[in-house]
């Protein structure tokens, strides 16, 4: 059983910064990938950054590369996203998953964090 609790998301003006939280209840946390995803009213979900198990590969989205830093602590079982000069186009829902690899999600989400940014 796998249990995802998202936090660290509000409202914030364009160019602000906010730091969102994963924090993961799953067995042998450190041997999976773990992603954040986000999805805006009316669209898909999308893959915004994904961390490898021992936090040494990011990989990010295009649209938050230079932005948005993902980082993990295993022994909290808590993964990270820093969001920094955050634009409009941010807002959204974010998620976190973890996976095998950057292909291989599970079917497990958690309620999401809720990001807005203001122009």
């Known amino acids: 059983q796998v249990q995802l609790v998202e936090s660290g998301g509000g409202l914030v003006q364009a160019g602000g910064s906010l730091r969102l939280s994963c924090a993961a209840s799953?067995?042998?946390?450190?041997?999976?990938?773990v992603g954040w995803f986000r999805q805006a009213p009316g669209k898909e979900r999308e893959f915004v950054a994904a961390?490898?198990?021992?936090?040494?590969?990011?990989y990010y989205a295009d649209s938050v590369k230079g932005r948005f830093t993902i980082s993990r602590d295993n022994a909290k079982k808590t993964v990270y996203l820093q969001m920094n000069n955050l634009k409009p186009e941010d807002t959204a829902l974010y998620y976190c998953?973890?996976?095998?690899?950057?292909?291989?999600?599970?079917?497990?989400w958690g309620q999401g964090t809720q990001v807005t940014v203001s122009s």
């Open positions: 961390v490898n198990w021992s936090g040494s590969s990011t």
């Open positions: 799953v067995r042998t946390f450190s041997s999976y990938v």
């Open positions: 998953n973890v996976g095998l690899t950057t292909a291989q999600w599970s079917d497990y």
